[in-house]
């Protein structure tokens, strides 16, 4: 990069946490650190020790470690019957929140003096206060927002010494009823620009394409002078493909501004035969925006950006690129096994790609916005996304939330609605619908291209409030909502914004109250929801309902139901929290994809129930479904569109199969074998290559197998892991629901022949090798290369 344009640099390394609260001199809660430097209280000058001076890590007082963002601290601790966490019981995953504080030392080079310095967070839990050289900086309340400081005025640059910043986390008052997590559980960032430079989030771009097979590209950038004298410049950009950088078009414009002033500058560039974007096809384009002072590079931001139509028809649906496109979507909270809400980027694009490999076309981040990461995966792998508020609220925090929100994502092609809340209990009433009429001409003003809408479990009738966005959510609008309010409102745009609220856990095929687990015949249906299987032939038989977010992709921490403790997740998922599919996947997979398909449940070891009936299913796509017993036809049936199949099988050991047909012809199959004694650990990586940027990650599946190589569907066994080399195990586990084992621990107990081991690159090169043992069983190792950055 040239000098003069600006730096970008992740915050991520080398800070230390300390887990409680700390003294806190109330003259610096003010911001007034002056009064504090030669202070005698012993306790004020513990803090300053802390906030202001440079001290080395060995120095500092007992309570601090080392870690690495993003960190939710919550999977170190220790589950406790306590059904007061969180905002309903259980709702945090019987985890304490609590209180953390963040410290990190770093430099400024001489260099930087005059530039314009910022600290951004894209994440931290609660409610945060940062402190830089002991000045106060700046408090925020709200988890899921992005937000940014200028730290300019209080650093140290080159010789005046090290800088040091202090981060305090609240995370006692909780949003969601959901696990939340505690920390700085996203990225950090460090930034350095010219006095004059691009706005934050002050790229904009819009397409519309044209009859003849071109697009127009509108592109609005905002530059502001922070500087006290006029500062003359050239805007210029360029269009190029992502893919190979090939150049699609450029242009200038010339401008002036005097100091502390903003302007926005204006460009329409014209593309020929534009690649759309869609999920099958996610190509994008990449708008490079450079501020020049003569020769002089000053400042420059990269815009991804896709070229696509999207339209909510009154008859039709969705439709992508001016063609019919049912969403088939998931709603997802962010928390995964082993790192709680502290999401490297390369478990977002595993759970993406688990749920793109299912059929999904279409994510929801429930109930706020996402994580950066996710939006460019989403980007790049192809998924469309229904971006959240938090919240109902109109006040000046909530119109600041709702702004910062999309002006940050309003560039993503994938992102194709806004919904503005999420079950409110002010929907369909008078006030509820004036606050979502604000939040919605604030959406409409920030960006006009894409509809508003909410996500309604009542009130679709009354009030106007379905009236104040352009499309009303049903949140379980099987009930009969999907139909009255298509009777009474014919125009209505619809959208069944979460469907299904189906609970099974993985490889259980009989409820048990007591170790809290729910059938995977699926049978455990709370009143609210439905199969989906109703979900989806819903959409089918009414165009109009565009599509559904399944409740959930995944299951998540907290808010278990319908049991509580010993519980500490949910059951909702096609998949539990390690990504193991359950038979519930396959059934949306059937549902989803062309590809011929069947899939058998249950397992087939019942040594208990020899001679007697034993459910049997299939889910498949297929015209027919013949079913064997150790070679025996037990007869073929045709298959109703849709929905699965049953049958009664006598049990009797060996082999199980089901061959899905198409036109008479087998084109599918499935098989349960019995399976025999636990005798070996296998080791599957999702990927045998890391960056060694010290972020990478790799998900390690493990498996319990019989001596012929069978899963054993009941193996509980105890696997320990070891991990030599240039990484480190950053955390596991195995998707019981009820499992109080710690996360971040180096063993964990198999769930039904399965556990996770997630393992992270450190920086620089080399190789992986990830152990596991278990008493009795053959052990297995998995080789995982490290490239440097």
Same mark, same amino acid.
Request: hydrophobic share 35%.
């Given at each position: 990069?040239?000098?003069?344009? &600006?730096?970008?640099?992740?915050?991520?390394?080398?800070?230390?946490?300390?887990?409680?609260?700390?003294?806190?001199?109330?003259?610096?809660?003010?911001?007034?650190?002056?009064?504090?430097?030669?202070?005698?209280?012993?306790? *004020?000058?513990?803090?300053?020790?802390?906030?202001?001076?440079?001290?080395?890590?060995?120095?500092?007082?007992?309570?601090?470690?080392?870690?690495?963002?993003?960190?939710?601290?919550?999977? /170190?601790?220790?589950?406790?019957?306590?059904?007061?966490?969180?905002?309903?019981?259980?709702?945090?995953?019987?985890?304490?929140?609590?209180?953390? #504080?963040?410290?990190?030392?770093?430099?400024?080079?001489?260099?930087?003096?005059?530039?314009?310095?910022?600290?951004? #967070?894209?994440?931290?839990?609660?409610?945060?206060?940062?402190?830089?050289?002991?000045?106060?900086?700046?408090?925020?309340?709200?988890?899921?927002?992005?937000?940014?400081?200028?730290? @300019?005025?209080?650093?140290?640059?080159?010789?005046?010494?090290?800088?040091?910043?202090?981060?305090?986390?609240?995370? @006692?008052?909780?949003?969601?009823?959901?696990?939340?997590?505690?920390?700085?559980? &996203?990225?950090?960032?460090?930034?350095?620009?010219?006095?004059?430079?691009?706005?934050?989030?002050?790229?904009?771009?819009?397409?519309?394409?044209?009859?003849?097979?071109?697009?127009?590209?509108?592109? *609005?950038?905002?530059?502001?002078?922070?500087? /006290?004298?006029?500062?003359?410049?050239?805007?210029?950009?360029?269009?190029?493909?992502?893919?190979?950088?090939?150049?699609?078009?450029?242009?200038?414009?010339?401008?002036?501004?005097?100091?502390?002033?903003?302007?926005?500058?204006?460009?329409?560039?014209?593309?020929?035969? %534009?690649?759309?974007?869609?999920?099958?096809?996610?190509?994008?384009?990449?708008?490079? @925006?450079?501020?020049?002072?003569?020769?002089?590079?000053?400042?420059?931001? /990269?815009?991804? #950006?896709?070229?696509?139509?999207?339209?909510?028809?009154?008859?039709?649906?969705?439709?992508?690129?001016?063609?019919?496109?049912?969403?088939?979507?998931?709603?997802?909270?962010?928390?995964?096994?082993?790192?709680?809400?502290?999401? %490297?980027?390369?478990?977002?694009?595993?759970?993406?790609?688990?749920?793109?490999?299912?059929?999904?076309? =279409?994510? !929801?981040?429930?109930?706020?916005?996402?994580?950066?990461?996710?939006?460019?995966?989403?980007?790049?792998?192809?998924?469309?996304?229904?971006?959240?508020? &938090?919240?109902?609220?109109?006040?000046?925090?909530?119109?600041?939330?709702?702004?910062?929100?999309?002006? !940050?994502?309003?560039?993503? +092609?994938?992102?194709?609605?806004?919904?503005?809340?999420?079950?409110?209990?002010?929907?369909?009433?008078?006030?509820?619908?004036?606050?979502?009429?604000?939040?919605?001409?604030?959406?409409?003003?920030?960006?006009?291209?894409?509809? @508003?809408?909410?996500?309604?479990?009542?009130?679709?009738?009354?009030?106007?409030?379905?009236?104040?966005?352009?499309?009303?959510?049903?949140?379980?609008?099987?009930?009969?909502?999907?139909?009255?309010? &298509? !009777?009474?409102?014919?125009?209505?745009?619809?959208?069944?914004?979460?469907?299904?609220?189906?609970?099974?856990?993985?490889?259980?095929?009989?409820?048990?109250?007591?170790?809290?687990?729910?059938?995977?015949?699926?049978?455990?249906?709370?009143?609210?929801?439905?199969?989906?299987?109703?979900?989806?032939?819903?959409?089918?038989?009414?165009?109009?309902?565009?599509?559904?977010?399944?409740?959930?992709?995944?299951?998540?921490?907290?808010?278990?139901?319908?049991?509580?403790?010993?519980?500490?997740?949910?059951?909702?998922?096609?998949?539990?929290?390690?990504?193991? %599919?359950?038979?519930?996947?396959?059934?949306?997979?059937?549902?989803?994809?062309?590809? +011929?398909?069947?899939?058998?449940? %249950?397992?087939?070891?019942?040594?208990?129930?020899?001679?007697?009936?034993?459910?049997?299913?299939?889910?498949?796509?297929?015209?027919?479904?013949?079913?064997?017993?150790?070679?025996?036809?037990?007869?073929?049936?045709?298959?109703?569109?849709?929905?699965?199949?049953?049958?009664?099988?006598?049990?009797?050991?060996?082999?199980?199969?089901?061959?899905?047909?198409?036109?008479?012809?087998? =084109?599918?199959?499935?098989?349960?074998?019995?399976?025999?004694?636990?005798?070996?650990?296998?080791?599957?990586?999702?990927?045998?290559?890391?960056?060694?940027?010290?972020?990478?990650?790799?998900?390690?599946?493990?498996?319990?197998?019989?001596?012929?190589?069978?899963?054993?569907?009941?193996?509980?066994?105890?696997?320990?892991?070891?991990?030599?080399?240039?990484?480190?195990?950053?955390?596991?586990?195995?998707?019981?629901?009820?499992?109080?084992?710690?996360?971040?621990?180096?063993?964990?107990?198999?769930?039904?022949?399965?556990?996770?081991?997630?393992?992270?690159?450190?920086?620089?090169?080399?190789?992986?090798?990830?152990?596991?043992?278990?008493?009795?069983?053959?052990?297995?190792?998995?080789?995982?290369?490290?490239?440097?950055?």
């Amino acid at each position: 990069m040239t000098d003069g344009a &600006r730096s970008r640099q992740y915050f991520d390394e080398n800070w230390f946490f300390h887990k409680g609260d700390l003294f806190i001199p109330y003259a610096v809660k003010g911001g007034m650190t002056g009064g504090l430097t030669d202070c005698g209280n012993r306790e *004020e000058g513990e803090w300053l020790d802390i906030a202001y001076v440079d001290k080395e890590a060995q120095q500092m007082q007992e309570g601090w470690e080392p870690v690495q963002l993003p960190h939710d601290w919550c999977p /170190e601790g220790q589950f406790i019957n306590d059904p007061n966490m969180g905002s309903r019981a259980g709702s945090h995953g019987f985890l304490y929140a609590g209180i953390g #504080f963040y410290r990190k030392k770093f430099t400024i080079p001489a260099g930087q003096l005059g530039k314009k310095i910022e600290i951004g #967070f894209d994440g931290v839990t609660g409610r945060s206060t940062v402190w830089v050289n002991g000045h106060l900086i700046g408090e925020r309340f709200g988890g899921y927002t992005s937000f940014t400081y200028d730290i @300019t005025d209080v650093l140290r640059y080159g010789e005046e010494g090290d800088n040091i910043v202090l981060v305090k986390v609240d995370a @006692t008052d909780h949003e969601g009823w959901w696990y939340e997590g505690s920390g700085i559980y &996203r990225h950090v960032w460090l930034q350095a620009t010219d006095l004059l430079h691009i706005a934050p989030y002050g790229t904009y771009v819009t397409t519309t394409i044209g009859q003849e097979g071109t697009a127009v590209v509108s592109l *609005e950038t905002k530059v502001m002078n922070e500087g /006290e004298g006029k500062r003359v410049f050239t805007c210029h950009t360029l269009i190029s493909e992502r893919a190979g950088g090939r150049k699609v078009a450029e242009q200038s414009s010339h401008a002036a501004l005097i100091g502390l002033e903003e302007i926005t500058i204006g460009l329409t560039l014209k593309m020929d035969a %534009p690649e759309l974007w869609s999920p099958e096809h996610p190509f994008l384009y990449i708008a490079t @925006t450079e501020l020049y002072e003569e020769d002089k590079l000053v400042d420059r931001v /990269e815009t991804r #950006f896709g070229v696509r139509t999207i339209v909510f028809d009154k008859e039709q649906g969705f439709l992508l690129n001016g063609n019919h496109y049912p969403i088939k979507g998931t709603s997802n909270h962010q928390d995964f096994a082993g790192v709680g809400v502290a999401m %490297p980027k390369a478990l977002i694009a595993y759970k993406l790609t688990l749920l793109k490999e299912m059929g999904c076309n =279409a994510y !929801r981040s429930a109930h706020h916005p996402p994580s950066p990461e996710l939006l460019d995966l989403c980007d790049e792998l192809g998924m469309l996304v229904m971006d959240e508020n &938090r919240k109902l609220d109109s006040s000046a925090r909530g119109m600041d939330e709702l702004k910062a929100m999309i002006l !940050r994502d309003r560039n993503h +092609p994938s992102v194709i609605l806004w919904s503005l809340e999420n079950e409110e209990v002010l929907e369909g009433t008078v006030m509820g619908a004036r606050i979502l009429r604000s939040l919605s001409q604030l959406a409409h003003k920030l960006d006009p291209t894409r509809p @508003t809408m909410a996500a309604m479990n009542h009130g679709w009738s009354s009030g106007g409030y379905a009236e104040a966005i352009d499309i009303v959510g049903y949140n379980y609008g099987h009930r009969g909502a999907d139909v009255d309010g &298509r !009777r009474k409102n014919p125009d209505r745009l619809i959208l069944g914004s979460e469907s299904a609220s189906y609970t099974t856990t993985r490889g259980i095929y009989e409820d048990d109250p007591v170790k809290g687990y729910c059938t995977e015949y699926g049978t455990n249906i709370p009143s609210w929801g439905c199969s989906p299987e109703k979900s989806w032939t819903d959409v089918l038989r009414h165009p109009y309902l565009t599509g559904i977010f399944v409740w959930t992709g995944f299951d998540y921490r907290g808010e278990p139901t319908p049991y509580e403790w010993p519980c500490i997740s949910s059951h909702y998922g096609m998949m539990d929290t390690c990504g193991f %599919p359950k038979d519930v996947y396959y059934l949306m997979k059937a549902l989803w994809v062309d590809e +011929p398909i069947v899939h058998l449940l %249950p397992h087939w070891n019942w040594p208990e129930r020899e001679g007697e009936q034993v459910k049997v299913a299939a889910y498949t796509n297929c015209d027919s479904v013949e079913l064997f017993l150790n070679g025996r036809s037990l007869g073929e049936r045709m298959v109703k569109p849709h929905y699965s199949m049953e049958w009664a099988v006598a049990y009797e050991p060996g082999e199980l199969t089901a061959v899905g047909k198409i036109g008479g012809a087998a =084109a599918a199959e499935s098989k349960r074998r019995t399976a025999g004694k636990p005798h070996a650990i296998r080791l599957e990586a999702n990927r045998i290559a890391l960056s060694g940027d010290g972020a990478d990650v790799a998900a390690v599946r493990v498996t319990i197998l019989d001596m012929s190589g069978n899963v054993v569907p009941y193996a509980d066994s105890l696997v320990h892991f070891q991990v030599e080399g240039a990484g480190k195990l950053l955390g596991v586990g195995n998707g019981n629901p009820s499992s109080h084992e710690s996360d971040k621990a180096s063993s964990r107990r198999a769930f039904n022949g399965h556990a996770l081991a997630l393992v992270q690159a450190g920086l620089g090169h080399g190789s992986i090798t990830l152990k596991a043992t278990a008493a009795g069983l053959h052990s297995s190792e998995v080789v995982i290369g490290v490239s440097a950055v």
